[in-house]
């Protein structure tokens, strides 16, 4: 009798019991789930389960939903307050390219998989590879879910201080693993005003680059989202 790979035979990343994801999930007592397929395990893991689900009206429904595995990751933004600089990476990302970017090239934050890795080690790990940079403290933001309808990947979030005495190589990624990264050092002025005019279009990026406006290292530079909102209620007031 023929195994299936990533079942009972170890696919080519040597898993198998895939088709166990979400089996035994307990925490939601509305959702029972039923069944696990498993549709492809080439490197990330696709999967269609089916469950029952109770709705708002009491009502059990069967439903189905394919969910795309590729593991949880996590990414810093590098600072730098006395310069005023951010350290960021420009690469080309294939669905973005499929999907409306008009060269496949998106600045982002340094970010990677866990690859069984704790976040924190990860992240390091990856700004080094990527940015050149051996990182020193870093704080740690809320974890978040991406793209949550069909992702599972939940990303860790970092932000920690740099000096350019902390480069320790070029940076660029590993080329056996097919990486050709750009190393981009901005102003923090220059990457907000890319945020504004769609330069920056990866979602993790942006939202780092809003915090460190908002609460994080730059914020002492700008005026706070509250007093910008009393402001404008003045003028409301006022007109």
């Known amino acids: 009798m023929t195994g299936v790979l990533g079942v009972d035979v170890p696919d080519a990343r040597g898993r198998t019991g895939l088709d166990r994801a979400g089996r035994d999930l307990t925490g ?34 069967t439903e189905q939903r394919e969910t795309h595995d590729r593991g949880n990751g996590a990414t810093v933004l590098l600072y730098d307050t006395d310069r005023g600089t951010v350290l960021l990476t420009r690469q080309f990302r294939l669905p973005a390219y499929v999907n409306g970017s008009p060269d496949g090239l998106l600045v982002e934050t340094a970010a990677g998989l866990l690859d069984e890795q704790d976040a924190e080690s990860a992240v390091r790990r990856e700004a080094e590879e990527e940015l050149g940079v051996a990182v020193g403290p870093l704080s740690r933001l809320p974890d978040l879910f991406m793209s949550p309808g069909s992702v599972t990947e939940r990303l860790a979030f970092f932000a920690g201080p740099y000096t350019p005495a902390d480069r320790v190589s070029a940076g660029g990624g590993l080329a056996e693993e097919g990486e050709d990264i750009e190393v981009l050092e901005l102003s923090f002025d220059e990457a907000l005003a890319w945020v504004d005019d769609g330069r920056i279009a990866d979602a993790k990026t942006v939202l780092l680059l809003q915090w460190a406006a908002l609460r994080g290292p730059f914020s002492a530079r700008r005026p706070s989202a509250g007093a910008a909102l009393a402001g404008q209620r003045r003028v409301v007031l006022d007109e």
């Open 28 to 61: 939601n007592p509305d959702v029972v789930v039923r069944d696990v397929e498993l549709l492809s395990s080439s490197w990330y893991v696709n999967r269609r389960t089916t469950f029952e689900r109770r709705g708002r009206d009491g009502v059990w429904r």
